[in-house]
């Protein structure tokens, strides 16, 4: 019995030591927003991105394309981010024509969305980001397309 408190203790301690190396080290990371969140970023709620869709906004689903195909937002084009740089070459005329931009993946742990966001931007095509992406939009009820034609 007393080992189990002692371990408990030390589990305790070291959970204590890391969360305040975490706070007052200044390399920590932020326990209270999203970490792939960077400054320069735009993330927008599921709201405004269906405001956006209604006023033409091209979206970009940054999943793979078996994702992408078993439903996606009406209209999006699918730029899955590890094969972003042949996409980007196929898609580069339709990109720099709209100049309204949303990015959306999987959503929570999903960091494809930023990915695709700022290598877009780094290209000189500005994109929002759908926070908590496609599990956002679909939890709204807003409308959704299956099959591999946007």
Request: aromatic letters at 10%; proline letters at 6%; a neutral charge.
């Amino acid at each position: 019995m007393a080992l189990c408190w002692r371990a408990a203790l030390i589990v305790l301690a070291g959970a204590l030591l890391g969360l305040g190396w975490n706070r007052f080290s200044g390399h920590g990371f932020a326990l209270d927003a999203n970490v792939y969140v960077r400054p320069g970023d735009e993330v927008i709620e599921a709201a405004e991105a269906k405001r956006r869709l209604e006023r033409r906004a091209l979206f970009i689903d940054a999943r793979e394309q078996p994702y992408y195909e078993m439903g996606h937002v009406p209209g999006a084009l699918c730029l899955p981010e590890p094969e972003f740089e042949a996409a980007f070459t196929r898609l580069e005329t339709r990109l720099r024509a709209s100049f309204d931009v949303v990015v959306y993946c999987a959503g929570f742990g999903c960091e494809a969305s930023h990915v695709v966001a700022r290598k877009l931007k780094a290209r000189g095509v500005p994109a929002a980001v759908l926070h908590e992406g496609w599990p956002a939009w679909t939890d709204a009820g807003y409308p959704v397309k299956t099959g591999a034609e946007p």
